[in-house]
């Protein structure tokens, strides 16, 4: 299957520039012989990502900094038939993943149900890093499906009131139960014959820099709600340098000390 890679890249800060775009420094081994299509949110990294697509005769595409990622990646599936391969800036790939395919709508890989609070739970959701789009234009018909009867106005443009997409949120019998945001997790929730769960040895081609676009930001987010970010500033500390070997298994520590 050929894939389109859009790769979408925000930096919030001077800092996290780095590691918001380690997808970029390790494309080649991802999607060798490919072009791709980024997308910066604001203007953090904009210098590196035109150096690096003028390099390498990729498309950049910027965007304003209000832009959500959510809306980004509705917008991109909306607007084509070719399947697209949705890539996190913070994406580090070890292997080539080209020759992936699924015969599902989309394929991802996924985090378990985990809580928050003793009375908030997060409900399993689709991990961002990378999203295979196999069937776009069946992807945009689920979810005009889906949202048919509770859509009451019309889909928000890029940038501008794109709220529609944000995370869900649902009380009852004395828990709040959330849903993460995008469009994939509301398809996914709705119907998981949808999508095709990564297998180990997909998992195992790519990591990702949790927390990568907004390094301080997120670890205090992360102590806030009592996680040991000692734990994750090594690995970050390591894509800092570009030592992606020591990167590996940062995604799994992650999700670990969540669930």
């Known amino acids: 299957m050929d894939w389109s890679p859009q790769i979408i890249v925000k930096a919030e800060d001077a800092q996290s520039v780095p590691t918001s775009v380690t997808a970029l420094k390790t494309f080649d081994t991802g999607f060798p012989d490919t072009k791709a299509t980024v997308h910066c949110i604001g203007s953090n990294a904009l210098d590196f990502c035109k150096q690096w697509a003028a390099k390498g005769g990729h498309k950049l595409i910027n965007h304003v900094v209000s832009t959500k990622k959510s809306e980004l990646h509705y917008e991109i599936v909306k607007r084509t038939r070719l399947p697209v391969a949705l890539i996190a800036g913070t994406t580090v790939f070890y292997e080539d993943m ?145 030592d992606w070997e020591s990167v590996k298994g940062y995604r799994k520590v992650w999700i670990d000390s969540i669930s």
């Open 98 to 242: 080209s020759d992936y395919s699924t015969t599902k709508l989309f394929g991802a890989d996924v985090i378990p149900a985990f809580d928050l609070t003793d009375k908030i739970i997060n409900i399993e959701s689709i991990e961002k890093t990378i999203i295979f789009v196999a069937q776009p234009i069946k992807v945009i018909a689920a979810l005009n499906e889906i949202t048919k009867d509770v859509m009451y106005t019309p889909v928000s443009t890029e940038g501008k009131n794109s709220s529609v997409w944000n995370n869900q949120t649902v009380v009852m019998c004395g828990k709040v139960y959330k849903q993460t945001s995008g469009i994939f997790n509301m398809i996914y929730n709705y119907d998981k014959s949808y999508m095709t769960n990564f297998s180990s040895k997909t998992a195992n081609k790519y990591e990702t820099v949790f927390g990568g676009n907004s390094i301080s930001s997120t670890m205090k987010m992360m102590e806030s709600i009592g996680k040991d970010t000692s734990k994750f500033m090594p690995y970050v500390n390591h894509a800092l340098n570009e």
